[in-house]
């Protein structure tokens, strides 16, 4: 994956810099109304295409925050679960441990069937 990224980012810079060669004649740009630049072509589809990386490169910075965020909340419902069943297989082996002791308890007739609490 990492060859392909290089191979394809290799391959952009290239074709705007062959680009960039043959367009130097100045344009202008209207930023907003009111404000234009002239520049040449080739500097100004370096700094679009720098801006757009750089966007690019936040968006994926903020989308795996906000997984690393969904995991971690994740992580934490399953530990809270983990604790719960814990507690309930406790629960579990004391009342198993309480049922043999009232049968042991009761004569040799007189067991208790397992409805009766």
């Known amino acids: 994956m990492r060859i392909l990224n290089f191979v394809v980012i290799f391959a952009s810079g290239l074709a705007l810099v062959l680009f960039s060669i043959e367009n130097t004649e100045l344009v202008t740009i209207q930023i907003i109304p009111g404000y234009r630049v002239q520049a040449p072509l ?23 925050l906000a997984r690393q965020i969904a995991t971690f909340g994740q992580k934490r419902e399953l530990k809270k679960k983990e604790k719960e069943l814990e507690n309930l297989s406790k629960d579990v082996e004391t009342y198993k441990s309480q049922l043999e002791e009232q049968q042991k308890s009761l004569p040799q007739g007189e067991e208790a069937s397992p409805n009766e609490s």
């Not at 100004?44 to 757009?52: C, D, S, Y």
């Open 42 to 64: 080739a500097i100004e589809l370096i700094l679009a295409m720098g801006l757009g990386a750089t966007l690019a490169w936040l968006y994926s910075i903020w989308s795996r």
